[in-house]
């Protein structure tokens, strides 16, 4: 979560679902909470006990909304327009909360005279470079600010200036020191100081505008404004919550940015029943973002070396090292890693190994690899509990790509149709693919559940908890621990005599862990210990403070260090919560450090007293000479509130006592972001890619840094504003079902809750279309179409947009071909257009259409998408127009 | 009112009969205000109770597929879409001049464990009984699968077992359904087991917001009309409780709920009556009969042995 | 079975011995419905466990008899769940032994046309002969430009979300030891 990342640190949910319970006003927004989390709703329904007001914000009426205090439809894909008109509102009816923002945020910092405002370049930033299709960031920066280049070398993958994504962690803030922009007005009155900026950047998103823009009323508008303004400030906080209905937008990073640029102007993070709760639909997806397997961070979001780094260690840890916070050990963090992944081997003399990791690209991400496999340049792929065929955009390229492949390992619980795709897909029933003409060799391996084996899970706050074996898994069923393990081990074997340098880091590799049982399972304790870390003597470190960078100690994980601290599993704590307090800090184990509700130094004013009784959490204890409170203090235990570092001062030393965010550089909340994001450093609205709708405010359309493909045949995009493809499609989940459905089409007791894909629309515009309750429909896009019963319901809202009625179209994305419930599925219609900090996909807001009827069979099929796509011009490749930039600017300004 | 019912108005046969095994009488109250309608009860029940998928059919009634409460679902989510506001007055009322009100009512069904219970009345074999916590349940050892007691219930609750549905069907996936396949009835038996165990039923132990609520039925019945009165102070449109009343036509339910519209918009029977009602009359003029015939049963029985 | 036993088990004079005359109490009260008791209650051991579906991470008890999971249930001990499950999270155990389940290794050669039995061990074996001839083949020691790449870009992995931190990490660090850098998961969905 590099919003989160980038403005206050660290890329995590800044609190814990129970403090939902403490916020006086709960506004869930991009998420559908009550249906996706219905468990951690509970704290929201806590909350709406005591008082509080429960805000949801979405094109869709859901569950969530019927628990609502207040539920207010906007068009899918406006968000940020509805978001920044509340910056507007607190900003320009002075609802900020001066004293925090002042002295905890970067607020009153001056930026660079050559920075200039998508208000004064009709959608773009300064420093656009339309060849390359991205921005140079040298402009945003602080005045008297450079950004940080190591010893003068061009380092493509390592310049902050392209410091981004889950790298983007604590933006390293190059140029500052000693714990503080160069150039301030704690007036907030310099024309180009961040707080004026800010003013100037959303002084059009009046309630007009965003009525407009969203398609709600200005009185549903003002009350969500004027609620989130009334329960801020020192006696009282409110939360957001939000989940992929944001993430999953070509601006889905600066979507979330936009809450965090609120939530810090109405002081609400780092304090009780404030903060904003990003909530995981996975149950480990914190967990495999913390241990990355992604392709861009190394764990505890250290950089992926990029090919156009040709330094060694010390240039990677001059440009990973940040001025000031704890970014500055970055150096400790490295060689710790290195050490525990090449052990003996890993020495000062070799760099402790850095030569051995490989080098990333700019992207890497899974839809560039599903683009390297259609062109056939991806050989062997292992999926390993997911299902791209359903469950990633664009599922008919995604399954084409499946069948160029010369080896796929499927390992799963069930027949997923990842695994199917060469006898049972769309493809198969088209005649586009033929079981006989397909060279690829699938295994399909068995996979054990979580009840067979012992682990962690680290949940969406956070929190490292642990699952032990309850029983065997059967026959051939194992954990992925085991795969990889033995994967490991026999590819050791194989290289065993070679002396290839290429074989180096398998060979030294660290590949030594306690199995036990007939089937010989690693020990998930012992790789838990490894991740943790030990020191020289073998001890198991207490803490990331602790980590060295001479080698004398290793960590798998830096922010996990901790989890195994007296060689205790940690994680696997279970304290009754009736024997603690709320915070339950002995349940299971929190990075970093144990810290439940982060930035918590917050909580309290800048003298370290807490901001009021109501809201008491963490403060300065004058008389023992250290921080308190409810939780662990996120802040130097003994640091003092006007602690002021001196002018050499480097790392966490570097950081003022009265500046909470302890990993940024300049320990603020970063309202402007000057660095780590790569389309801006503030959230402006743009439309989706598809939309059947202009952009209010610039001839910009759309970001212009997402990332689309238009080249790629597999990939054609409805054109903006097409007749072809007029409604607003969203894609969702529901209670009943889990994703890709992997877990639950194939689970009895949840496919029949769920039995069948359905569609859901409003009653005027089954009334437009002919579609009737109960009915088949047809929903098409340039990539597919597919069918759906209908569901005609009020609480598929239209939404007026600039005066027009527009209709939206709701689809869960849940169906597949296999199962014991099978449907359409949703991804089948989505494309691969990208947010380009996290290469995430915009399936929360594209266009389509729909019709009463069945899909067309066989070959038919295939041959209706493509009459459409040519009615609406909308094939890629040669097939012009092209839907893309070239569009964008030349559609006028209304 | 049925007069098989004791003057106190407790259910017929405890907590009486069960003497120093006697435990106070359990139940549920449903609080529907709270209800995010996941169906956890759903499931969480056919876990325990080791209940069969109940079919796959879609039926396009708002999200509820599971339709109504039968043999093989033991709880059911009625889902109620609605032109009205949550609130009387406030921001909801008129949703903050954006369009038309809307809420989405959600309510878990299950049995009312009546404190005259029509089903038990009715079965001839003494499969239905009354426990020891004053609920009522099929004891699947003994029901002979006669049916009697379905007609019996004026809810439309107990519901006999078909399996196979049909002879073409294929063996469901998740039998462990005893020995009789099947043709008994079944229904809630508010976790009798568990309850026995000292735990709470599956339906309410798993409920995300604490919907369902299980305890002392006395209790339960302060607690909801608490929460009733908090409710209307708060302006919500429409509370009541339904089923709480022990002088209504099934002397009040060991099941009951908060509901926010008539009992009838949920599918529910706005003022159910226990058929059996009229069986005391008719009993005081077969007792005469059947004391004699039992005079007669027992001398051939005991004789017989002898 | 003795003569006064015998009387007992007669359910009239239950029904009149125990005040029970209608016969809708205690009277009728099998021998099973007296000795009932919940199936976890012979469990043989009690597992914690944490739930697999989405991130709020709710808190299981499994309880387990005979080396089977009879029952899966919340821990009301957790701070976050308190006891409580959606219904993902209730068919846990149905999920775990459902109808449809995996439980041996098939094998689909290229151009055929249906699965074929396959042993384990020899899939393991399979795989990584594939993983080393891809990995030597696809081999690139430098960029165009003579930069260090140190990969094989003709080998991806995909998945971990669902997984756990251990398994993610002996994942990451193989792979990245064997050059692949396309190690991606469900972060991007």
Redesign the interface.
Same mark, same amino acid.
């Given at each position: 979560m590099p919003s989160l990342g980038t403005s206050f640190g660290r890329g995590g949910a800044t609190t814990f679902q129970q403090d939902l319970m403490n916020a006086d006003c709960v506004t869930i927004m991009g998420s559908n909470m009550a249906e996706n989390h219905p468990v951690g709703f509970q704290w929201v329904m806590e909350a709406r006990e005591r008082g509080a007001e429960v805000q949801h914000i979405d094109p869709r009426f859901t569950r969530t909304s019927a628990m609502a205090t207040r539920h207010v439809g906007i068009r899918a894909g406006s968000d940020i327009a509805f978001l920044g008109g509340v910056v507007n509102y607190i900003l320009e009816h002075d609802r900020w909360f001066d004293e925090y923002v002042k002295r905890y945020t970067n607020a009153p910092v001056i930026v660079s005279e050559d920075f200039s405002d998508t208000e004064d370049n009709d959608g773009l930033f300064s420093g656009w470079d339309p060849e390359q299709a991205q921005y140079d960031v040298t402009t945003w920066q602080y005045a008297g600010t450079k950004v940080h280049a190591a010893a003068g070398q061009r380092e493509k993958g390592f310049s902050p200036s392209r410091v981004k994504g889950e790298q983007s962690h604590g933006g390293h803030g190059g140029g500052l020191s000693h714990g503080n922009p160069p150039e301030t007005d704690d007036t907030l009155q310099h024309p180009r100081c961040v707080f004026q900026i800010l003013k100037r950047h959303y002084a059009r998103y009046t309630p007009e505008f965003v009525a407009d823009a969203c398609g709600c009323t200005v009185e549903e508008f003002l009350a969500v404004a004027e609620s989130l303004c009334k329960n801020s400030g020192p006696e009282r906080t409110g939360a957001f919550v939000y989940a992929v209905g944001w993430t999953q937008h070509t601006v889905g990073v600066q979507l979330i940015r936009t809450a965090a640029i609120i939530q810090l102007l109405l002081g609400n993070i780092g304090r009780p029943g404030g903060g904003i709760m990003a909530l995981r639909g996975h149950a480990s997806i914190q967990g495999s973002t913390d241990i990355p397997t992604l392709y861009n961070i190394l764990p505890g979001y250290l950089t992926m070396p990029h090919v156009e780094h040709y330094g060694g260690l010390d240039a990677y840890i001059d440009m990973t090292t940040a001025p000031g916070g704890w970014w500055g050990n970055a150096d400790a963090y490295m060689v710790s890693l290195l050490k525990a992944w090449w052990g003996a081997a890993a020495t000062p003399e070799n760099d402790f190994c850095f030569s051995y990791l490989p080098r990333i690209d700019d992207d890497n991400s899974n839809y560039w690899t599903v683009q390297q496999m259609l062109k056939g340049k991806v050989k062997g792929y292992i999926v390993a509990g997911e299902n791209p065929a359903v469950g990633s955009a664009n599922g008919k390229a995604n399954r084409l790509a499946l069948a160029k492949l010369d080896w796929l390992v499927v390992r799963d619980f069930v027949e997923i149709e990842t695994a199917a795709f060469w006898h049972d897909s769309p493809e198969v029933e088209s005649g586009e693919l033929k079981p006989e003409e397909i060279a690829t060799e699938v295994f399909f391996m068995p996979a054990a559940t979580h009840l067979e084996k012992d682990g962690s899970f680290t949940n969406t706050q956070r929190l490292l908890q642990w699952h032990f074996k309850a029983v065997e898994p059967k026959d051939d069923c194992r954990s992925e621990l085991w795969f990889y393990y033995h994967l490991g081990k026999k590819i050791k074997e194989r290289v065993a005599e070679s002396q290839d340098p290429r074989d180096l880091p398998i060979l030294d590799l660290t590949w030594r862990y306690p199995t036990s049982g007939e089937i010989e399972e690693p020990s998930a304790d012992s790789v838990l210990a490894e991740i943790n870390g030990w020191d020289s003597t073998g001890e198991a470190l207490a803490g990331y403070k602790l980590l060295k960078a001479d080698g004398s100690t290793s960590c798998g994980c830096w922010i996990y260090c901790g989890a195994f601290a007296e060689d205790k599993n940690q994680a696997a704590r279970k304290v009754p919560h009736w024997d603690q307090s709320y915070a339950a800090l002995e349940w299971g184990w929190a990075w970093p450090a144990n810290r439940r509700l982060l930035y918590n130094r917050a909580s309290a004013n800048p003298d370290g007293e807490p901001w009021s009784e109501r809201k008491r959490y963490v403060w300065w204890n004058a008389d023992e000479e250290k921080w308190t409170g409810r939780d662990t203090p996120d802040f130097d235990a003994e640091k003092k509130p006007d602690y002021v570092p001196p002018d050499d001062a480097k790392g966490p030393e570097a950081i003022r006592g009265d500046h909470p965010f302890v990993m940024q550089a300049d320990g603020l909340g970063w309202i402007y972001a000057p660095q780590g994001i790569v389309d801006g450093p503030l959230p402006t609205h743009y439309e989706p890619h598809e939309s059947p709708f202009l952009n209010p405010l610039y001839r910009q359309q759309s970001n212009p840094r997402r990332q689309k493909n238009p080249d790629l045949a597999e990939d054609p995009y409805n054109p903006p504003g097409s007749d072809v493809y007029p409604y607003v499609l969203t894609t969702y989940r529901l209670t009943e079902h889990h994703t890709a459905g992997g877990m639950s089409r194939f689970t009895p007791y949840l496919a029949e809750l769920q039995p069948q894909m359905f569609v859901e629309v409003h009653p005027d515009l089954a009334r437009e279309r002919g579609l009737k309750h109960g009915e088949w429909a047809t929903i098409s896009t340039a990539r597919s179409a597919i069918e759906a019963r209908v569901m005609v319901t009020d609480r598929m809202r239209p939404v007026k947009i600039d005066g027009t009625v527009r209709q939206q179209v709701g689809l869960p994305y849940h169906w597949g071909q296999r199962g014991l419930t099978t449907g359409g599925a949703a991804n089948d219609l989505t494309h691969m257009a990208l947010d380009p900090n996290v290469h995430i996909q915009e399936v929360k807001a594209l266009t389509c259409d729909i019709r009463p009827g069945r899909r067309p069979r066989g070959a038919r099929l295939p041959d209706f998408v493509a009459e459409q796509r040519e009615i609406a011009h909308a094939d890629n490749g040669a097939a012009p127009p092209q839907p893309a930039e070239t569009k964008d600017t030349t559609v006028s300004k209304r | 009112m049925s007069a098989l019912a004791e003057p106190t108005g407790a259910p017929a046969a405890w907590p009486n009969t069960y003497g120093d095994e006697a435990k106070p009488r359990m139940g549920f109250f449903t609080d529907t205000t709270v209800c995010i309608g996941c169906k956890a009860c759903e499931v969480a029940c056919k876990e325990w109770n080791l209940i069969p998928e109940d079919g796959l059919e879609w039926s396009g009634l708002s999200y509820d597929n599971t339709g109504e409460l039968s043999a093989n679902s033991w709880r059911h989510v009625a889902f109620v879409e609605q032109a009205k506001p949550l609130k009387l007055d406030g921001e909801l009322a008129t949703a903050d001049g954006g369009p038309e009100p809307l809420r989405w009512l959600m309510e878990s069904d299950v049995c009312k464990h009546c404190t005259h219970a029509g089903c038990l009345d009715a079965c001839p074999t003494g499969s239905l009984f009354r426990t020891e916590f004053g609920t009522v349940v099929v004891q699947e050892d003994i029901c002979n699968g006669c049916g009697y007691c379905v007609p019996a219930c004026p809810f439309g609750v107990i519901d006999k077992r078909d399996l196979p549905r049909s002879p073409d069907d294929a063996p469901l996936a998740l039998p462990l359904l005893g020995k009789k396949e099947d043709g008994r009835v079944w229904k809630c038996t508010l976790c009798y087991d568990r309850l026995k165990g000292g735990h709470e039923p599956a339906c309410a132990k798993a409920c995300p917001t604490d919907s369902i609520q299980f305890g002392e039925l006395d209790e339960l019945r302060g607690r909801a009309q608490k929460r009733l009165e908090k409710l209307e102070a708060e302006g919500w449109n429409g509370p009541r409780l339904y089923g709480e009343d022990p002088d209504d036509g099934v002397g009040g339910f060991g099941a009951f709920f908060l509901l926010l519209d008539e009992p009838e918009v949920y599918g529910l029977p706005p003022d159910p009556v226990v058929p059996t009602a009229q069986l005391p009359r008719l009993w005081r003029t077969t007792a005469l009969a059947a004391a004699a015939v039992t005079v007669g049963i027992a001398a051939a029985f005991l004789g017989g042995r002898e | 079975m003795g003569?006064s036993k015998?009387l007992e088990s007669?359910?009239?004079v239950r029904q009149l011995r @125990?005040?029970?005359a209608?016969?809708? =109490?205690?009277?009728?009260?099998?021998e099973?419905?007296r000795t009932? *008791?919940?199936?976890?209650?012979d469990a043989d051991?009690v =597992?914690?466990? $944490?739930?697999?579906?989405?991130? !709020?991470?709710?808190?299981?008890l499994?309880y %387990?008899k005979d080396?089977? %999971?009879i /029952?899966?249930?919340?821990?009301?001990?957790?701070? $976050?769940?308190?006891?409580?499950?959606?219904?993902?999270?209730?068919? &846990?155990? #149905?999920?775990?032994d459902?109808?449809?389940?995996? +439980?041996?290794? *098939? +094998?689909?050669?290229? +151009?055929? &046309?249906?699965?074929e039995e396959?042993s384990?061990d020899d899939?393991?074996?399979?795989?990584?002969d594939? $993983?080393?001839a891809?990995r030597d083949?696809?081999?690139e020691?430098e &960029?165009p430009?003579g930069?260090?790449? *140190?990969?094989t870009?003709?080998?991806? #992995?995909?998945? =971990?979300?669902?997984?756990?931190? @251990? @398994?993610?990490?002996?994942?990451?660090?193989?792979l &990245?030891? $064997?050059? %692949?850098? /396309? !190690? @991606?998961?469900?972060?991007?969905?």
């Open positions: - | - | 003569f015998l007669w359910p009239v @125990e005040g029970d209608l016969g809708l =109490g205690r009277a009728v009260r099998s099973k419905s009932l *008791k919940p199936r976890i209650a051991h =597992g914690h466990s $944490i739930c697999p579906f989405c991130a !709020v991470g709710c808190a299981q499994v %387990v080396g089977e %999971v /029952q899966v249930e919340g821990d009301p001990a957790s701070p $976050i769940s308190r006891g409580r499950l959606c219904p993902k999270g209730a068919a &846990t155990k #149905n999920m775990h459902g109808p449809l389940r995996e +439980y041996k290794v *098939k +094998y689909r050669r290229p +151009y055929g &046309t249906s699965w396959l384990l899939a393991m074996e399979m795989i990584v594939r $993983i080393v891809t083949e696809t081999w020691e &960029t430009d930069n260090p790449a *140190k990969r870009m003709a080998i991806a #992995n995909l998945g =971990g979300a669902t997984l756990d931190n @251990e @398994e993610n990490y002996l994942m990451k660090k193989l &990245t030891a $064997i050059g %692949v850098v /396309q !190690v @991606e998961n469900q972060a991007r969905i």
